[in-house]
T-cell receptor, first 117, second 116 residues
Framework: GAVVSQHPSWVICKSGTSVKIECRSL??????MFWYRQFPKQSLMLMAT?????????EQGVEKDKFLINHASLTLSTLTVTSAHPEDSSFYIC?????????????FGSGTRLTVV | AQSVAQPEDQVNVAEGNPLTVKCTYS??????LFWYVQYPNRGLQFLLK??????LVKGSYGFEAEFNKSQTSFHLKKPSALVSDSALYFC??????????????FGTGTRLTVIP
């Protein structure tokens, strides 16, 4: 079945530094991947839609200069949290579908727990 | 615009008893409906989906859900709960009436606790 790998699973960084999170589709090509953010005891909030070969589409209120998304290939999307601050600490999850626009379900990565100290 | 409501933050059920986790939705077109389960510090695992066809959908781990168009509901059910079913459950919808809306919109989640 469709597998999405997300790395790292957790990261601790100092305030002001940047952190890169990778999302890979292991056994299928994904022209579109989705990045979500989840605060403790809350639902997943869509941050942005990552499009292979073009600019990402950001949801309202998400700073595109802070959360840089690169989708350089059909199997890899990266989210870089730039100049991280403690309020960026959260659980970040990516997802992809083998065929966007079809009735396939979405496969989620295992998530990345970011802690900014 | 689409929305998903999970009216219960917490559901407690005794092991062996039937469980129900509620979900209602609002979309402009036909809905694609999903249920996912999340264990602590993990991503979401797919349980089941409704696209079209039979209103009763069977999924993983003995779970099933019933699509009710008139009530715009998609409640998750299981005949006999296990302690290992304790987790956070999310209902999600994709609004096929929204052009370009390929992403899922999630409910706020329901924490299920199965008591031994």
């Amino acid at each position: 079945g469709a597998v999405v790998s997300q790395h790292p699973s957790w990261v601790i960084c100092k305030s002001g530094t940047s952190v890169k999170i990778e999302c890979r589709s292991l056994d299928f090509q994904a022209t579109t991947m989705f990045w979500y953010r989840q605060f403790p005891k809350q639902s997943l909030m869509l941050m942005a839609t990552s499009n292979e070969g073009s600019k990402a589409t950001y949801e309202q209120g998400v700073e595109k200069d802070k959360f840089l998304i690169n989708h350089a290939s059909l199997t890899l999307s990266t989210l870089t949290v730039t100049s991280a601050h403690p309020e960026d600490s959260s659980f970040y999850i990516c997802s992809a579908s083998p065929e966007v626009g079809s009735n396939h379900g979405y496969t989620f990565g295992s998530g990345t727990r970011l802690t900014v100290v | 615009a689409q929305s998903v409501a999970q009216p219960e933050d917490q559901v407690n059920v005794a092991e062996g008893n039937p469980l129900t986790v509620k979900c209602t939705y609002s979309v402009s077109g036909n809905p694609y409906l999903f249920w996912y389960v999340q264990y602590p510090n993990r991503g979401l695992q797919f349980l089941l989906k409704y696209i079209t066809g039979d209103n009763l959908v069977k999924g993983s781990y003995g779970f099933e859900a019933e699509f009710n168009k008139s009530q715009t509901s998609f409640h998750l059910k299981k005949p006999s709960a296990l302690v290992s079913d304790s987790a956070l459950y999310f209902c999600a919808v994709r609004d096929m009436g929204e052009t370009g809306a390929n992403n899922l919109f999630f409910g706020t989640g329901t924490r299920l606790t199965v008591i031994p």
